[in-house]
């Protein structure tokens, strides 16, 4: 049987059926994304999930809204390789509070690290309000949950029990349990506004906490007037899952073991804060290949921005969109790019012809639109190895590029944007001993030394060389030589031998032009070298 709905369309349908059995007319998915450091393009999953989901549910006209939730008032615990080592200082305080990287515009660490991913949704067509969770916290938001919470703090301790084993490594970010109570809440000190504090006294009547920091400080406040502080993770999720009525939220893998933040949180959320978990997918890692020579902002890890400087909005989409989230997915930055650009290239041609089945429809559609609007597509896609072949021979010459891309039947506008990513690619990622240089001068040894069969074959091609200077007027050119050579038709079908005879020129007319027995696409190299030096080369 033929699939017709895509994955995207399935988990749609789960989640508006789920929210009309809870009675909301108002469909809520959740990402989540902690700024505690670069934010790597695997994050991008957390959000593009929901974020297809819930462009889905808009599709059909509902109501639907798609949180990011930036866990920016959790605890800072590592200084990233490449951070000035001082930055020590601040582990412990909330990622909010702590300083931006030295000649950031930012205010601090968290809004340093939020502000790339922001960017990098805005390319990607992807609509949702973000949710500060130091300003939840600080601005009082959360004030009745957190002293629920407290309240029922044996409750809640009860819950995280089940799952705890003899075995399992105490979780300082987790669990408070070195004390000798529960308590699902942590302060930041007052005194050094790190939360290595311990709760020693809570009073349910009066919400009076004293806490003691490892500083040496330690104060009593009245937690309902206290807002310097959040609850633990595995509570805080499921508080937030209540607070905002998420109907949708996947997560990573690793939060699919028994006793996860997931599982746990289902229970919290029901038993505690009288709500509902939401459909939560785990979503498999994002590889890439090639990212070995990285230079990036994200400490050779790459972001999303990185993969935007070389892949169209539509193609990174297309990636999310075309496998489930439990598949894996690779992202490309080395040459296996060309291959995923060939194939969104063959997609495209199919939907233009009406050849394509449902669901490759469905995928194409949401790569290139959303519920909100179309996402910027080039309008003359000369292939993107072409490009990066261009881009290369010609080192950024606006003229040379021009005059190529006539013969490739585009401009360099109408080339855009995917002429800019592919230059992007050949300036970072594009391998060493793939680059092609253009001799400057003819290869006078080589031409001397040259047979009368090869000399005949170089003048047949100087011959025609602008019949028809396109790419397909150089390629009917490039076979067509060797067949003439031989007496043959030009339209003739190629025998073993015929190959031979191709192989053997190419090989000879790449020698002369680079220095080099294979080099890009023959009839892109001429296009690329110009008439003018193809003549200067080959005489
Ligand atoms: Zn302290």
Redesign the pocket.
């Given at each position: 049987m033929t699939e017709t709905a895509d994955w995207v369309s399935r988990m749609a349908d789960e989640v508006i059926e789920s929210a009309a059995r809870r009675g909301d007319t108002r469909i809520v998915c959740a990402s989540g994304l902690s700024p505690s450091g670069p934010i790597h393009l695997g994050n991008l999953r957390e959000v593009m999930t929901p974020h297809l989901v819930a462009d889905e549910i808009r599709r059909r006209g509902y109501d639907c809204e798609h949180l990011i939730s930036w866990d920016d008032f959790d605890r800072f615990r590592r200084v990233p390789a490449g951070v000035d080592p001082s930055w020590a200082e601040h582990i412990g305080k909330p990622l909010s509070a702590v300083p931006a990287p030295f000649g950031s515009p930012f205010d601090n660490w968290a809004e340093h690290f939020k502000a790339p991913m922001i960017a990098a949704l805005a390319d990607l067509g992807v609509p949702f309000r973000g949710i500060s969770q130091t300003e939840q916290y600080t601005g009082g938001a959360y004030t009745e949950q957190v002293l629920l919470a407290m309240r029922e703090r044996a409750r809640i301790d009860g819950i995280l029990g089940r799952f705890r084993t003899k075995k399992k490594e105490p979780d300082p970010d987790e669990d408070t349990v070195s004390g000798p109570e529960y308590f699902p809440f942590k302060p930041y000190?007052?005194?050094?506004?790190?939360d290595?504090?311990t709760i020693t006294a809570y009073d349910d009547d009066t919400t009076a906490m004293t806490y003691t920091?490892?500083?040496?400080?330690g104060e009593t406040v009245l937690l309902r007037e206290f807002t310097r502080g959040k609850l633990v993770w595995k509570v805080d999720w499921p508080m937030r899952w209540a607070y905002e009525g998420v109907h949708f939220e996947p997560s990573g893998v690793d939060h699919s073991s028994p006793g996860s933040s997931f599982q746990v949180g289902g229970l919290i959320v029901a038993e505690v804060f009288g709500g509902e978990a939401p459909i939560g997918p785990m979503y498999a890692f994002v590889g890439t290949t090639g990212q070995a020579k990285m230079s990036s902002s994200g400490g050779g890890v790459p972001t999303p921005g990185d993969a935007l400087e070389i892949l169209e909005a539509p193609v990174l989409r297309w990636l999310f969109a075309r496998r489930r989230p439990n598949q894996a997915i690779k992202v490309a930055f080395d040459q296996e790019i060309h291959r995923l650009y060939d194939e969104w290239d063959a997609l495209e041609r199919k939907v233009a012809a009406g050849t394509t089945g449902a669901v490759e429809t469905t995928g194409h559609t949401r790569a290139v639109t959303t519920a909100e609007r179309e996402l910027p597509q080039t309008p003359q896609p000369v292939a993107y190895r072409t490009l990066a072949s261009v881009v290369d021979i010609t080192a950024g010459d606006a003229e040379q590029l021009e005059r190529i891309l006539g013969g490739l039947g585009a401009t360099p506008e109408g080339a855009r944007p995917r002429l800019d990513r592919a230059a992007r690619w050949v300036e970072s990622y594009m391998p060493e001993e793939a680059h092609t240089r253009l001799r400057d001068d003819a290869d006078a040894a080589l031409l001397a030394s040259l047979d009368a069969e090869d000399r005949a074959s170089l003048d047949l091609l100087l011959e025609h060389l602008e019949d028809d200077w396109s790419l397909d007027g150089l390629t009917a050119l490039v076979y067509g030589v060797p067949k003439l050579r031989a007496g043959l038709p030009l339209d003739v079908a190629p025998t073993d031998e015929l190959k031979v005879a191709q192989r053997r020129f190419f090989v000879l007319v790449y020698r002369l032009l680079i220095g080099a027995d294979t080099g890009p696409r023959l009839p892109t190299l001429l296009l690329a070298a110009g008439p003018d030096r193809v003549r200067k080369l080959l005489r």
């Open positions: 000190c007052g005194a050094c506004g790190t290595d504090t920091c490892a500083c040496g400080s």
